[in-house]
């Protein structure tokens, strides 16, 4: 099963517009407390090991701030 | 800023204007996945007009001539003119390519000259705050519309078709792999091209016309309304529905205009070496 | 002694000739009296160069897809007349504002509207440097004569790409449709300008930093400078928001030219320097008041013709310095006082009433009526 290692918010564009959140089909992301630099509330990843690594949020994210990064082959066994 | 951000936008130009959960912010990050798995960055050249919309470009780090409004396809024509080897792009909304820039559409398309013109379709004059456009629907209320819009709508897509373009699409911003797909198939199709966004106006659209201001509720509404549906001929009923077809509704091939400009020439010059002009 | 041919040709065929030798290779137009011809001949000579004639769907269309065309590394120009000109203002301040080098012909005609197609006019005086939006020069110059119209047109796309600005052609149906003698010099008897570019690598080049002349390089596209090039107010990097740099951007474009105007100004004086009886004069006019004042040399008059051959930007010292000494001032024109306003607004001189000898209707003036004036009007 494919797993993801961290998904990266840029906070120095996130709008906070909580897109991801809508999309994401595996409810990883919750409504963050934390502001983002242009004083937006970001998503805040609550739940990484739901995480199928879908791509889905990176792709429809409108400000292109989400990189979801994958775990490295073999990781999970280590 | 995701790996394809990092590789292809303008740093020094973030963040984009765009209002938080807007379309066209998904439209960038579309058209340069297209771009980068064509591996063209370097053969591009765009124009944009004037509306949210055409700021689309302006972040991409590629050469943009951003112009006035609606006259971002005589600008692609004149850059396409000097050097055709270049794959030109058009960014425009609504309003800059039916309205005010409608006259280009059609010419452009009847040439057949070898340019993509993307059309964001939020259904509205964003940019100036939220007047009626051709392609908002009857009775919509607008700042303009205050009681209602009795005007018909435009359709981008059917006026491309009837114009020439010889290819055209519909695709929205709840359907970026398709959208990648079809700019992929436009970049690479010699003439013409026509692709129509739906994309989602949470500010304008949402708040003036379908009753919410929430990014997800207008992501949904377009994903709610969007139908594949190729078959133009079972078009009005999806109409009727207050629903809208997408997909891939065109390809043909055609002569082109620059193509057909240097065989001109090439004439004219072999019959001049000759002795005429003709 | 230049070498070169001569041809009798129409002013509007001198401009084209004029333009191929300068290296025009797009040419985007709607046909217009009396500007057509210059469409018509360069949809036959441009193929042959290898270059490109596009009948446009309107003048917006055209002047716009030669703003392209510039951007995208060619010489390109167009042509109008008085309606097709209106068209075209918001796509003049576009040229400004992109710095998009490029000429622009309008061969005049009556106005206001569609009024006398096939008449000569020179109503488009201020519209030619103030027709567009907002705060910005150019060049406008002013031919008489078919030669001019040849001599003018190199000259334009010269100070276009030296200036990397819209250089206006206000010629009329009178110079565009005169057949006379042009001597069209040998292309290696010419000098021609081009743009400058950039050579640094794309990272360290700053797209509208001026140079010392105060003209930024010119990055065409698909050179390696991915370049943002915005109709908006914009920083030095092109991108807008920055309203500092804005202004300074704005103020820049004005005078880059304004400050090196002694490069371009031509203000020519026909006939006695010393006469105190002065005429003004632009465009076609200044033709027959040239005779008026071979035939007032005849009758023991001496007048001295004043021919602002640059209009735009108005040439203020050099027209003060043509018209030193004169005591009696006469504007001739085709308009109801243009030129006669620039003149009051230069010449501050009480004792000094600046007359106005003007014709409308597409009614060119003869030679002795210039004389009758003098005599009617003492
Ligand atoms: C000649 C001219 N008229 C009017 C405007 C004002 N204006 C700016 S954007 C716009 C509408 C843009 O609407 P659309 O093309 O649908 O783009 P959107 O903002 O919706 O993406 C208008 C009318 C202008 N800039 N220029
Ligand atoms: S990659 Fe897919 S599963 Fe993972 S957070 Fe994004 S949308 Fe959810
Ligand atoms: S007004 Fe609408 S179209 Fe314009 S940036 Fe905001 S959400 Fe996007
Ligand atoms: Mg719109």
Sequence with gaps: MKGAERIEIDRRYCKGCMLCKYICPCDVYDLGQERSDLDYLMPHVARIENCKVCGLCEQHCPDMVLTVVAKKKGKEKE | ?278 | MKKGRIKVMLGNEACVEAALLAGCRFYGGYPITPATEILEIMSRRLPLVDGLCLQMEDEIAALVAVVGASWGGTKAMTATSGPGFCLMQEAIGLAVAVEAPCVIVNVQRGGPASGQSTSTAQGDFYQARYGSNGDYSLIVLCPSTAQEMFDHTIKAFNLSERFRIPVIILSDEVVGHIREKVFIPDADQLTFVERKVPTVPMEEFVIFKPEENGVPLMPTFNTGYKSPVISQAKSLNGNRGNAKEAVENIRRIVSKIEDHMDEFAEVQVYGDEKAETAFVTFGSVCRAARSAVDMGKEKGLAIRSVEVKTVWPFPDHLVRRALAGAKRIVVAEMNLGMLQREIERVIRQPEIKIELFSKIGGIYPQPQEFLRFLEEKR
């Design chain 2, 1 to 278: 800023m995701n790996p394809l951000g990092e590789k292809y936008l303008r740093k020094d130009f973030l963040p984009f204007l765009f209002c938080p959960g807007c379309g066209d912010g998904m439209i960038v990050q579309a058209f340069l996945q297209a771009v980068d798995d064509l591996g063209c960055v370097d053969d591009l050249a765009l124009t944009a007009g004037i509306g949210c919309s055409a700021w689309i470009g302006v972040y991409m780090h590629v050469d943009i001539l951003k112009v006035l409004h609606g006259r971002a396809i005589p600008a692609a024509i004149g850059i396409k003119a000097t050097n055709p080897s270049r794959k030109v792009v058009t960014f425009t909304g609504d309003g800059d390519c039916l309205a005010i820039g409608g006259n280009h559409l059609l010419h452009a398309a009847r040439r057949n000259i070898d340019m993509t013109v993307v059309m964001v379709n939020n259904q509205i004059y964003a940019m100036t705050g939220g007047q009626v456009a051709p392609s908002t629907a009857v009775g919509s209320k607008t700042q303009t519309t205050p009681y209602g819009n009795l005007e018909r709508q435009l359709n981008g897509c059917k006026v491309a078709i009837a114009a020439g373009a010889t290819m055209v699409s519909r695709w929205s911003t709840a359907h970026p792999k398709q959208l990648i797909k079809t700019f992929k198939k436009a970049l690479n199709h010699k003439g013409f091209s026509f692709i129509e966004i739906m994309s989602q106006c949470p500010v304008q659209t949402g708040r003036y016309l379908l009753g919410s201001g929430s990014p997800q509720f207008n992501f949904q509404w377009l994903k709610d309304h969007c139908m594949k549906e190729e078959d133009p001929s079972k078009w009005a009923e999806i109409e009727a529905q207050g629903n809208i077809p997408v997909g891939d509704f065109l390809q043909v091939e055609q002569p082109e205009f620059m193509a057909e400009v240097a065989r001109m020439n090439q004439r004219v010059k072999e019959a001049q070496a000759k002795g005429g002009d003709r």
